[in-house]
Nanobody
Framework: QVQLVESGGGLVQPGGSLRLSCAAS????????MGWYRQAPGKQREWVAG???????SYAESVKGRFTISRDGDKDTISLQMDSLKPDDTASYYC?????????WGQGTQVTVSS
């Protein structure tokens, strides 16, 4: 049974940092693309960042230069280091793991950027 469990969300002031983690189990996730989406209240879900099975990373323009995605293949865990956070980054962040039509999601973790 596939499970993705996010952690690390919380409340942070503008300009601050948070680190999200996603632990995957129940599959061979080093073969999967993994990454993050986010969804703010009243808005559509937005892709944030992804990392491929060979470690190639990609980012949405809105977070490029501020967020860094990384992967620990031995532990099937990915992390999202978020720096220089802005109020617009406030959202629920969801981890995903994808390989072709095989698509899995975590339950989400809330990130709130506010003074």
């Amino acid at each position: 049974q596939v499970q993705l469990v996010e952690s690390g969300g919380g409340l942070v002031q503008p300009g601050g940092s948070l680190r999200l983690s996603c632990a995957a189990s129940g599959g061979i996730f080093r073969l999967y693309e993994m990454g993050w989406y986010r969804q703010a209240p009243g808005k559509q879900r937005e892709w944030v960042a992804g990392i491929g099975s060979f470690g190639l990373t990609s980012y949405a323009e809105s977070v490029k230069g501020r967020f860094t995605i990384s992967r620990d293949g031995d532990k099937d865990t990915i992390s999202l280091q978020m720096d220089s956070l802005k109020p617009d980054d406030t959202a629920s962040y969801y981890c995903y793991a994808r390989r072709g039509l095989d698509d899995h999601w975590g339950q989400g973790t809330q990130v709130t950027v506010s003074s």
